[in-house]
């Protein structure tokens, strides 16, 4: 069982125990931190303690996290839109809707479910069973494309890559409102929001650089159609910087209004063309995944409403 030690300081006086937990271990959610707090896995000076306890200064806090059982991961026959295969590497057009790798409350039908039944064992095994080939990710409703690594030699190959921002990544969206400018960058630090630890934000410290190149491909009469070119890769950071710019794509309930028009079911964001250095023949491959129907319409239908 892995455990966690803290003190709380003057700062921190006065905080409830699940907030303050939630500010300290960012990593897990507040509902799993509540849920240690109701099985008194938390304890405050040796005693456990209720989600509501306060803290006072010099509180000695320790965390008790269970070991996390493993998910058996099945392969499933799910349809996949194959835009390159070879024995390293695998492009795949991922739907909207589909999430890439099994977690709590999506077990099956995820991308892995489905490269595991097409790729049988050819895959790379570097992130572990939940996360075979998986050496990046995209939103559940982000649609678009995906490399997914067929062994641990490209696997190492494409994560160094990305750990160095040469892969090329543009993708386009609708965000609500029309942009000004033609084109633009945007370079902040994005971090866990302090008011909400499930969201990203664009924040003033402990956060990682986030740098987002944007430019308008059409105007309508309340959105803008733009492409984006990812500098860095961080959890969400498209939503989060066009939110931040008052702009929030269309769709995203999340990043923008909760009600949102044209009953979308999550952004309208879909990753378009990918480009990286081959694994073994070293040359610059490119791929481009057609827009999903349902953007296409989109279009279709503001280019009626101007």
Sequence with gaps: MEEFHFCADGAEVKLRIDKYLSEKMTDFSRSFLQN??????????????????KLRLGDEISVQIPPQKEVEIVAEDIPLSILYEDDDVL?????????????????????????????????????????????HRIDMDTTGSLIVCKNDKAHQNIADQIQVHSINRIYEGIVMGVLKEDEGTI???????????????????????????????ERFRNYTYVQF??????????RVHMAHLHHPLLGDQVYGPAKQPFSLQ????????????????????????PLPEYFDDMLRKLRTIR
């Design 266 to 289: 999550g952004q309208t964001l879909h990753a378009k063309i990918i480009g990286f250095e081959h694994p073994t023949t070293k040359e610059y491959v490119e791929f481009e995944a």
């Design 91 to 135: 492009i795949v057009n991922k739907p909207k809707g589909m999430v890439v790798h099994p977690s709590a409350g999506h077990e099956s039908g995820t991308l892995v479910n489905a490269i595991m039944y097409h790729c049988k064992d050819n895959l790379s095994g570097i992130n572990g069973e939940i996360r075979p080939g998986i050496v």
């Design 229 to 238: 070119k990812l500098e860095t890769g961080r959890t969400h950071q498209i």
């Design 187 to 217: 370079k902040t630090l994005i971090g866990r929001s302090p008011s909400d630890r499930k969201k990203m934000a664009v924040v003033k410290q402990n956060g990682k650089e986030a740098i987002t190149h944007y430019k308008v491909l």
């Design 36 to 53: 240690l707090l109701a099985k008194e896995l938390v304890c405050v000076n040796g005693k456990p303690v209720k989600a509501n306890y």
